[in-house]
């Protein structure tokens, strides 16, 4: 087994294979950007280099770098993690020139395998079905084109090297096909260095269904069962589980057998995943091969009880597979789901900023958390924004998902928006528990799964108040135990005054609205006054991160958390967090552009900009481009008008808000 290994990848994966090497007694290598200084896979690992500027082409996808690293620092093998140099042929052969050992498959499986167009035309003539397209080398714009309309709408197109959602446009008609290559061209240089790409035909409804296959340099091949993976959004996974819903044992048995027969026809090795996209009635089709350890591997390891970085350490020391295909024996149903910095309600917009808070559920044998950033750590606008991977385990599907639904109302972020409150509705929602969602699903039924947010009802906002009268009282008291008068009446927080009953207001933020809240009463007894109504709490508590309160005479119960700033409120199905605002000062909560400027909606690269002073613009009409979080974002006109002036170029880093495009009337 290797002594040193250094990991050629960042946050939460980096993490993962950290862990794995310290359970063997690996000594890990970090390599770092100037982003990534601060990052938790820096502080786990035994040693960290840095290797170049914050953007991915100047660190993490320098070769040469890394390769130097390796070198320096007497590691004698690389883990290519995902992403990144993951599916880098060239890398691959660059580190065995070296005289290092890839922790993946060899250059010659990967050129068959990681190129998306090389493994269908390889599948082809394997006779593994597949879906008509073009996988030329012939990248002509006018040649692509023609394929598309001899393939017909809708297809897709995709990035040939690379994966993760990114470089995949749907194209439903003839005159979209050249912007959408442009845009995904574009976004696949950035992601990958290769903007190759590749056609198919769309498929309507289909299931995204994947195989984990092994294979080891002892001529032993195996599958390691399927992961369904059809709760997509924006061409990106969601929700991932094993074993599917949909797969009957024949369907699962021939898959099984079509991914085992692909890795030894080309004489793979290590670990990778043969995904296929499935028809409704049970039809499966090549769509394409992962040549690394996928996201999702967790609910594979959760199911089987295997560690797969193991597995990967072990194969490329040489080492035989530890199992024969007859000793895989799956167990219960595991889930994953993945948190990021992003804005459910505005697109799926990428957030970044700094974790004020971070709270995760304790892990446990059916709950576990891999994760690159703990709270405090900043979500940076260079990389993926995910926070966490929350993956659960039980017996069977509903159980899982049950465990899932409280795993998710243990999780809060403040400070850039999540997509927490998003998974919750979508694993309530009837299409994910009764097993029939697809991978269009999402798009197509989004307002119904995530409808717009409305404001908590009286007896919430209650609630919220009685938590934070608690808390303030509690902080109060805790105070004066710490002066030297500790039985001072001024520590007592039931807001008397001379001359009339006590009274305290209270000011709570939601969204846009500010909401006053007027209180009678002490230690846990109160008169709420708000939203027009009077409302009774009593015997009110706050302990172990739990606030109950009889509310007008019925008994709840919510999972709270509150300091000086908000107050969070989950009763177990919805959760709220509220600021807290200062009661006497009016404060407005956003702001809003007048509807003349077009703004930078976070940190980002400007790609291009369309608009020219003096242009006349309708409202909605695409100004420009904008490159953030390796995803690309259009930059749309809020208005109709002319273009007074344009205040950034191609090429411009910019701060969130800032002012791009300015318009004036026509």
């Known amino acids: 087994m290797f002594a040193k290994v250094l990991i050629a990848n960042r946050g939460e994966i980096a993490c993962r294979v950290i862990r794995s090497c310290r359970r063997l007694g690996i000594r890990t290598v970090a390599v770092y950007s100037e982003a990534d200084a601060g990052a938790q896979h820096v502080r786990l690992a035994d040693e960290a280099w840095p290797i170049g500027g914050p953007r991915p082409q100047d660190s993490y996808l320098r070769g040469d770098a890394i390769l130097d690293v390796a070198t320096r620092s007497g590691a004698e093998a690389i883990h290519p993690g995902y992403g990144f140099l993951s599916e880098n042929a060239d890398f691959a052969d660059a580190v065995a020139a070296a005289g290092l050992v890839f922790i993946g498959p060899p250059g010659a499986s990967m050129r068959k395998m990681g190129s998306k167009a090389g493994a269908k035309d390889l599948m082809a003539a394997s006779g593994v079905p597949v879906v008509p397209g073009y996988t030329g080398e012939d990248q002509d714009a006018s040649l692509l084109q023609r394929e598309a309309d001899r393939i017909g709408y809708p297809l897709m197109i995709k990035a040939a090297h690379g994966g993760g959602g990114k470089g995949m446009r749907i ?22 260095g290769r903007d190759r790409v590749l056609l198919e035909r769309y498929l309507e409804q289909p299931r995204h269904i994947e195989i984990q296959v092994f294979a080891d340099a002892h001529d032993h091949a195996i599958h390691l069962g399927e992961r369904e993976c059809s709760a997509q959004r924006r061409y990106q996974k969601v929700l991932e589980e094993s074993p599917s819903p949909f797969l009957t044992p024949a369907l699962r048995e021939r898959m099984g057998a079509a991914a085992v027969q692909a890795a030894r026809a080309i004489d793979y090795r290590n670990a990778g995943t043969v995904e296929f996209i499935v028809g409704t009635d049970g039809a499966f089709y090549f769509m394409e091969i992962n040549t ?5 591997h967790p609910v594979t390891e959760m199911v089987t009880g295997l560690d797969l970085v193991e597995w990967q350490l072990r194969v490329a ?26 804005d459910a309600e505005q697109g799926f917009l990428p957030g970044s900023g700094p974790l004020q808070r971070l709270r995760l559920p304790q892990p446990s044998d059916g709950v576990r958390i891999d994760a690159g950033v703990i709270e405090g750590d900043v979500v940076t606008i260079f990389y993926d924004p995910m926070i966490a991977k929350l993956i659960v385990h039980d017996v069977d599907r509903p159980r899982a998902l049950a465990r899932l639904r409280e795993a998710l109302a243990d999780c809060e972020v403040v400070g850039p928006k999540s997509n927490v409150e998003f998974l919750e509705r979508l694993v309530r929602h009837p299409a994910v528990t009764e097993g ?23 007896d919430v906002l209650a609630a919220a108040s009685g938590a934070c009268l608690l808390h303030d009282e509690r902080a109060l008291r805790a105070h004066a135990r710490r002066t030297t008068d500790p039985y001072s009446p001024w520590a007592i927080a039931d807001g008397w005054r001379l001359g009339h009953a006590g009274q305290r207001v209270l000011a709570l933020g939601w969204r846009q609205d500010r909401i006053l809240v007027t209180a009678h009463g002490a230690g846990g007894d109160y008169r709420i006054e708000v939203a027009g ?11 172990g991160g739990r606030f109950t309160a009889r509310v007008d005479g019925e008994a709840g119960r919510w999972r709270c958390r509150v300091d000086e ?38 940190p980002g690269r400007i790609v291009l900009l369309h608009a020219k002073i003096g242009d006349t613009v309708i409202a909605g009409q695409e100004l ?20 007074a002036a344009v205040q950034a170029k191609a090429g411009d880093f910019v701060e969130a808000d800032a002012v791009l495009v300015r318009l004036e009337d026509a």
């Open 171 to 192: 194209v439903r008609a003839e005159n979209e096909f050249p912007a959408a290559l442009d845009s995904c061209r574009r976004e696949a240089a950035n992601a990958f």
């Open 533 to 543: 109504k009077t409302i009774a709490i009593a015997g009110s508590r706050l302990e």
């Open 292 to 296: 690394r350890l996928q996201v999702e």
């Open 436 to 458: 029939r969602i697809d991978t269009s699903f999402l798009d197509q039924h989004f307002a119904e799964v995530f409808p717009p947010a409305t404001m908590p009802g009286a």
């Open 565 to 602: 700033a908000h107050v969070f409120l989950h009763d177990g199905d919805r959760r709220w967090t509220l600021a807290r605002l200062p009661a006497y000062r009016p404060e407005r909560i956003g702001v809003g552009d007048g509807g003349n400027r077009l703004l930078a909606p976070m």
């Open 624 to 643: 420009g481009v904008m490159e953030a979080m390796k995803m690309e974002l259009s930059l749309k006109a809020p208005r109709a008008g002319r273009v």
């Open 317 to 342: 020391a040489g080492e035989p597979l530890p199992l024969a295909q007859q000793d895989i024996l799956q167990h219960g149903h595991a889930i994953e789901v993945r948190l990021y910095a992003e």
